[in-house]
């Protein structure tokens, strides 16, 4: 444990903080592992209870937060295992913590994004379409893309090592939580955000609606699910049957953020339709429109070779939404608007984000893999190169679906098949067939296979 210490304390030299958690009598987390009842989905856990202390984030030698000694709705700190089959199945384990009192932990000057709950996701992300199964960086590819498309809100993290009752628990993403606030999810104090969920039957307060499939049901995240009486769960529910039977001509739904949410999921190429974690949020009951809420949870992103999940999960708005005419107009529309510059802006991003981590990520994941030895072992750079490319595959794709669901045309370059015969010639008779035409240098080429000259700009 000293040896992990002092590793720690090295890495704090490279602007990582470092969350140092002692709870009440060295208690640990506790939680139970649970599979869904007969008729229902998935695998969670249950029984994670809170348990208290206190919380000191340290950078180099500084001291960033100090809760102080757990004393309720004073100072100190309570921390919970959280997810469903994260918490089930990871070894590192992901964590809600909530504050005594409100704090911003990101360390931002703006008062209002104080707030009392965070949470703790593990480095780890199991997928199948990535190097080794495995990738550290698909959080931060979601994110950014959501920020790009300027949904509503996106939550904003920072990495921190976690060491819990003395004992180093990795690298983790320290991250706003999907909640009410004034810089998170700004709803009023009778508006709501629930999650379309199918892990429903783990919870104690829920509500099912005509149209929802066996595995779905209405979860709260607001109001507190201990707060809902059966006023408010009547007044909900009414008004969610009420949207899905009118689903295909109310006018009580945003489209435009319904068409951002699920853009970005095809954009991403999300194959996961039931456990994408789809919030829906209202901000007043009298005068708002219903929205989808923040983006969360992006294992599942470039599995698809086709549009998202989503667009086939009856359970859920889209198929319904995607048979009215103004909804696929809003959706073509805003893909029109985004697709000229959205892989140079993406690039962009990643380097800003690569500026900012690179190196200490790497150096931090030396210390993680002490933790969990068959983890992180693709460098920062080079997850980011694999990005990257399959993102600038997941637009060739979205184009051609585009083209072919929707007549829409937003191909400014030709798309050409590495594994065809098609390629291009530069002026001094260089092929060029693997390289993305964004990547060549200014100039003229020759497409070869239909003998045309392009311009590339």
Known sequence: MVSLLSQAQEVTEML????HIQTVRNEMPPYTVIS???????????DNKYVAGRMVMTLKADTLYDSGEYEKSVSGMRIKVRGNSTGAFLAQRPYKIKLSKKYDLLGRTDQEFKHKEWVLLAMYTWN???????????NIVGLTISRLLEKEWTPEFDFVHVILNGEYQGMYYLMESVDKGEKRVNISPDGFLLEHDVFWWNEKVYFKTDQQSHDSGYTYKYPDPDNVNDSIQSVISDYMN???????????????SFAKWLLIHDILGTDDAAGCNRYLCKYDMCTSLLQ?????????????????????????????LLQRTDFRDIYCKL???????????????LKQVWNQYG????????????????????SFISQIEEVKEKLYRRIEIVDSLMLTDFNVNCINHPIYNSRSNTYLIDMQGRKHQQTPYQRLTKGIYIYHGENKKIVIQ
């Not at 379409?129 to 698909?138: G, Y």
């Not at 009420?242 to 435009?256: R, V």
Request: proline fraction near 6%; glycine fraction near 4%; hydrophobic fraction near 35%.
């Open 359 to 378: 190196e200490v990520f790497d150096e931090s994941m030396k210390l993680h893999q002490t933790k969990y030895p068959s983890e992180g072992h693709q």
């Open 16 to 19: 990582i903080p470092v969350l």
């Open 292 to 320: 989808m809420g923040p983006l969360w949870d992006f294992d599942s992103i470039f599995r698809s070779d086709g549009w998202s999940s989503l667009h086939h999960y009856e359970s859920f708005f889209y198929p319904r």
């Open 128 to 138: 199948k379409k990535m190097t080794n199964h495995e990738s550290n960086i698909l």
């Open 242 to 256: 009420q949207i899905e039977h009118n689903i295909l001509f109310s006018e009580d739904i945003d489209l435009l």
């Open 335 to 349: 893909w029109k608007q985004v697709r000229p510059h959205l892989f140079e802006r993406i690039q962009n991003e």
């Open 36 to 46: 869904a009842p007969e008729g229902c989905i998935g695998t969670t856990i249950k």
